[in-house]
């Protein structure tokens, strides 16, 4: 079995409460010499984008995308989110309500000495993207949404859509205590792999790819750490009333064929971005990047300038 190789460097990074496992590539100032003068600086002064994964990922999930931000001479921070992967797994669901998600972000900025940067989320990691320009629209250049309404969007979907309402069946399913978890690691993982490689296109998940997954979902904690997100932020806990207008510049990217989101979530987070746009990608699941990840990059790239 042909190991593709995966761009970047691994990091750990005290925020807060916990430590965050970063995978970093593109120019960073850090590391270089000082320049003689601002003309002279070239790419080593690389703008941040941080790039958000969501469930059941891990920063694997942005792969695809890190070597074509940085080569446009972005400094590109991708973390695993806590409980995931090589992150720490704190107990408990409070840990995992998404004010705190949100600030794990600035605290990684913070940490890393940016007083801002592009954020761009997938997923579950959209959704904190979605909420940390809400609190702290000063730390958001620019905002990038990959297949995840705006909150509130979500909410209005949620109370006037029956689809929306049957296809989110499993967020209730993951209430329940200790069940998920069994499940999801029975098998070798079963559950989880035929929850990505049926959800997506043919062949949108190599052999390798399932390979690095499992070895993140087997870390100790993980697995409960992953669920906590949905315990901590269901129906009840006011995520989906969060109606605060989004005024960074946002662009939605949304794969029309997503099993788990209907399309009128898209076009109705418009309402609730000051300037906001939407690119939509025919025949495209929820794992957007993964399966038009060159269009993906591109339509990146130029985003974020």
């Known amino acids: 079995m042909r190991t593709e190789t995966v761009p970047g460097d691994s990091e750990y990074v005290r925020v807060g409460d916990v430590r965050l496992h970063v995978r970093t590539a593109g120019p960073d100032e850090r590391s270089e010499a000082g320049p003689e003068s601002e003309s002279d600086r070239g790419p080593a002064d690389g703008p941040p ?71 761009v989320g997938h997923d579950w990691g959209a959704m904190v993207a979605w909420v940390l320009a ?21 909410g209005e979907t949620l109370r006037s859509n029956w689809e929306q309402v049957f296809r989110s069946w499993y967020a209730g399913f993951f209430q329940v205590p200790r069940l998920p978890e069994a499940a999801m690691g029975a098998r070798d993982y079963r559950l989880l792999t035929r929850m990505l490689t049926e959800s997506a296109r043919p062949g949108t998940f190599s052999d390798d790819d399932l390979r690095r ?33 989004i005024e960074p510049e ?13 399309e009128e979530n898209a076009e109705r ?25 060159e269009a993906v990059s591109e339509r990146l790239v130029e985003f974020l300038g």
């Open 49 to 119: 984008v941080v790039l958000l994964h969501g469930f059941p990922e891990f920063w694997y999930g942005w792969h695809r995308q890190l070597d074509a931000l940085a080569d446009a001479g972005h400094r590109v921070l991708v973390p695993d989110q806590r409980g995931y992967n090589l992150s720490e797994k704190p107990e408990g669901r409070d840990a995992y309500h998404v004010e705190r998600l949100a600030d794990d972000v600035t605290g990684l900025l913070d940490a890393l000495d940016h007083e801002s940067a592009a954020v």
């Open 134 to 154: 809400q609190e702290h629209p000063e730390r958001v250049e620019r905002l990038g949404i990959l297949n995840v309404p705006h909150p509130a969007a979500f």
């Open 213 to 245: 997954y499992r070895t993140a979902w087997s870390r100790e904690g993980a697995l409960t750490g992953m669920v906590n997100w949905y315990r901590a932020n269901g129906v009840g806990s006011g995520l989906f009333s969060r109606d605060t207008r």
């Open 250 to 262: 946002t662009l939605v990217l949304w794969g029309t064929d997503d099993v788990a989101l209907v």
């Open 269 to 293: 987070s418009l309402q609730f971005c000051a300037d906001g746009s939407l690119e939509r990608f025919d025949g495209a699941s929820h794992w957007l990047q993964h399966e038009r990840a």
